[in-house]
């Protein structure tokens, strides 16, 4: 039967009608599950960054208090801001007052909130992960990184990533990461991944490294980034495992080798049920390890042990913290970074560890691509010791060709420590009970007033602390602190 045109007409403006229902109806189910309507966020306008304080104060008050996800703790950021978390949201504060500025909140639950940096040189610049790291679970996993300004909160980059439940963040050189209890991943400032290892979900390629291994500690440096790692088929003790940051441009690269398949460039028997990374640079990894005796080990790239440094750590100390927490959670070793020297909290100790240039023997010409594989032998001779400044390190003779390297160095250890300590010109505040240890950061001797009291109200647990601008900051637990001169 032939429709007439009036009735061809509202058959067309029903079928108009039906596809217009369906289209707004699509357009309401994409934006009810979409990261726009699951996002909450409120900016401030641009702010200057306090300036750093020049003196350590003699005494200190409390001038503000705020409450934190203890779970997800909190960020003090040299831009001067605070950034507080809750179930969902992470909030930035001023760091003199503690006034609100911002907040960046989603529906799903924050797995973390972190930051590496160490000064404020502006967050637009390239070439280093700069600003507030948060990220939130989906899906089963905490995929979904954030990076947002510390003064404003505007996003910056975004990404998603099947990091493992139950990890943390890493931060260190140019790149931040997830350290999971199997997985690894590392990106670049603008969150570009470099690079994924361990047992990778779904391997986009065929024979793609899978370790079998479980990851307790992670460090970031320039170049290279290190694991510590157990694996209950490689036998009873920890192994130190290094690797290119960005297999894409890693000198001599095999054929074939990427951000998914890559070959380390070491892997390390530490001879030690127990081992924590406590320094790294472009060259070596400084690791602290149980066994025989506690002690600091230098690797250098190669695998081959360069230095070996007894410390006043107890064996006890370094096996627990290189372990997953009871519920299964893994994280890096706690640290402060300043400059070349790094403070590593390990059980109620802080180890100082410098960085310095030194010239070695150039390197053979590698007879192949493939990584070493290093077991533990009879130490060499102990170069520096803990609280001194001597080296017994030895040289090339003049004769042979020599280059440059970033070597690592023990400077001291202090026990007491209640956290990690903040830095004020070239003095650290350690909490410990009743207040904050002031000493020396390049030698460890006591500084003026030796400790700073500070009242805690009856608070014993781990106290984290941080300067920015005039402030010390101290995270205890689900309560954030600031504390003013006088």
């Keep these: 039967m032939t429709l007439s045109a009036a009735s061809r007409k509202t058959v067309d403006r029903i079928v108009a009608a039906v596809i217009a229902v369906v289209v707004i109806a699509a357009g309401v189910v994409v934006y009810l599950t979409s990261d726009a309507r699951a996002t909450t966020s409120v900016t401030a306008p641009p702010a200057t960054a306090a300036s750093s304080a020049q003196n350590v104060p003699p005494s200190l008050r409390e001038s503000w208090s705020l409450a934190t996800n203890a779970d997800v703790g909190a960020v003090v950021s040299p831009y001067g801001a605070v950034v507080t978390a809750d179930a969902t949201t992470v909030t930035g504060h001023d760091a003199i007052t503690g006034e609100f500025r911002w907040s960046y909140g989603r529906n799903q639950a924050l797995c973390a909130v972190g930051s590496g940096d160490t000064d404020a040189p502006g967050v637009e610049t390239r070439g280093k992960v700069r600003g507030i790291m948060a990220v939130s679970e989906k899906n089963g996993y905490c995929s979904e990184q954030m990076l947002l300004d510390p003064l404003t909160g505007e996003r910056h980059y975004y990404r998603t990533s099947p990091n493992q439940l139950k990890g943390s963040l890493a931060f260190g050189g140019p790149y931040a990461g997830w350290l999971g209890p199997t997985l690894v991943e590392l990106w670049r400032d603008d969150l570009v991944r470099t690079i ?18 479980t990851f307790t500690d992670i460090a970031l440096a320039d170049v290279q980034f290190a694991t510590v790692e157990h694996c209950e088929e490689r036998g009873p003790n ?10 894409d441009s890693a000198p001599d690269k095999p054929e074939g080798q990427d951000v998914f398949k890559h070959d380390p460039r070491a892997d390390i028997d530490t001879g030690a049920p127990g081992a924590r990374i406590v320094g790294i640079t472009a060259d070596r990894v400084a690791v602290l390890v149980s066994a025989p005796e506690p002690a600091v080990v230098v690797y250098d790239d190669k695998g081959t042990e360069t230095s070996r440094t007894p410390v006043d750590i107890p064996a006890e100390l370094i096996v627990r913290a290189d372990a997953l927490t009871a519920d299964g959670h893994t994280s890096a070793t706690p640290a402060v970074r300043d400059g070349a020297a790094r403070y590593s909290l390990v059980g109620d100790r802080l180890l100082g560890i410098t960085s310095d240039t030194v010239q070695v023997p150039a390197p053979a ?10 077991t533990y032998a009879a130490p060499p001779t102990i170069g520096f010791l803990a609280g001194t400044t001597s080296s017994t390190t030895s040289t090339a003779p003049s004769t042979a060709e020599t280059v ?4 690592l160095a023990v400077r ?7 956290g990690l300590p903040a830095v004020v010109a070239g003095q650290l505040l350690m909490p410990v009970r009743g207040g904050l240890s002031v000493f020396a950061s390049d030698s460890g001797s006591s500084g003026v007033p030796g400790t700073i ?27 954030v602190v600031g504390l003013a001169a006088g």
């Design 404 to 407: 440059s390297v970033k070597d």
């Design 238 to 247: 920890a192994r130190v495992v290094i690797n290119f940051s960005t297999p």
């Design 365 to 374: 010409p590698a007879p192949s691509t493939t990584a070493s594989s290093v």
């Design 453 to 479: 009291p500070v009242n805690r109200g009856g608070y014993t647990g781990r106290v984290d602390a941080g300067a920015v601008g005039p402030m010390i900051v101290e995270t205890r637990g689900g309560r």
């Design 412 to 418: 001291w250890t202090k026990s007491g420590a209640l």
């Design 196 to 213: 994924q290892y361990g047992d990778l979900p779904s391997p986009p390629k065929p024979n793609s490294r899978a370790t079998g291994c």
